[in-house]
């Protein structure tokens, strides 16, 4: 079952352009959400994570904005760079029973074009 | 470099053989996960230990098992294996339980079941 939905599944933006990713839960037991990037051949690395009760997290050129009540949330990152483009997973966590699952959404390839 | 390892990091085998791929956590990291991706189910989340125990359980099939051994480090076995199974496999650990979203992952070990 597909928890977290994603869009779009893949995206190319212009060099100095906004990249935005969007997605969707439908647990409202998740009570973390972060985004992982992915380059080829390497694992999956945090990028940056915000909690259902603060509506917006800023960190350089990348933001997090959600939406609790609207179960979405996004990424948007400022001034993309060729060097951005990769694959971006949003994920949510729930920690229950002293297990922590993190459910990852689809991914979306980004292309960061000169 | 996330600090995780893991081994190996390729390998090929045939339908119905058994592999075992290793991780060693980040020095510290009590928990460690396991993650399958392949191209058409994403990431997927397969099971978690915590200090040796069992914490969390995911998309595990009943051929596949793992342990984590008093030194930390993990081990997912892969049974009766079949073309399906064939997919990239991460561990990644945490600090303490994990009560975040904040996983560190390893680079992943290929599998190809011909």
């Known amino acids: 079952q597909q928890q977290v939905k994603q869009s779009p599944q893949s995206l190319i933006v212009q060099k100095g352009g906004i990249s935005i990713i969007n997605c969707a839960y439908e647990?409202?037991?998740?009570?973390?959400f972060p985004w992982y990037q992915q380059f080829p051949g390497k694992g999956p690395a945090l990028l940056i994570a915000i909690r259902p009760d603060v509506s917006e997290k800023k960190e350089g050129r990348f933001t997090i904005s959600f939406n609790k009540s609207a179960k979405q949330f996004s990424l948007h990152i400022m001034d993309s760079q060729p060097g951005d483009s990769a694959t971006y997973f949003c994920?949510?966590?729930?920690?229950?029973?002293?297990?922590?699952?993190?459910?990852f959404g689809t991914g979306t390839q980004l292309k960061v074009e000169l | 470099d996330s600090g995780v390892t893991q081994t190996p990091k390729h390998l090929i085998t045939a339908t119905g053989q058994r592999v075992t791929l290793r991780c060693s956590p980040r020095?510290?990291?009590?928990?460690v996960y396991w993650y399958q991706q392949s191209l058409d189910q994403g990431l997927q989340f397969l099971i978690q230990y915590y200090n040796g125990e069992e914490r969390a359980k995911g998309n595990i099939l009943e051929r596949f098992s793992a342990q984590q051994f008093p030194d930390l480090h993990s081990e997912l076995n892969l049974s009766s294996l079949e073309l399906g199974d064939s997919a990239l496999y991460f561990c990644?650990?945490?600090?303490?339980?994990?009560?975040?979203?904040?996983?560190?992952f390893g680079e992943g070990s290929r599998l190809t079941v011909l």
């Open positions: 990644a650990s945490s600090p303490q339980g994990g009560n975040t979203g904040e996983l560190f």
């Open positions: 647990n409202t037991a998740f009570d973390y």
């Open positions: 020095s510290g990291d009590l928990s």
């Open positions: 994920a949510a966590s729930t920690f229950t029973g002293g297990g922590n699952k993190l459910t």
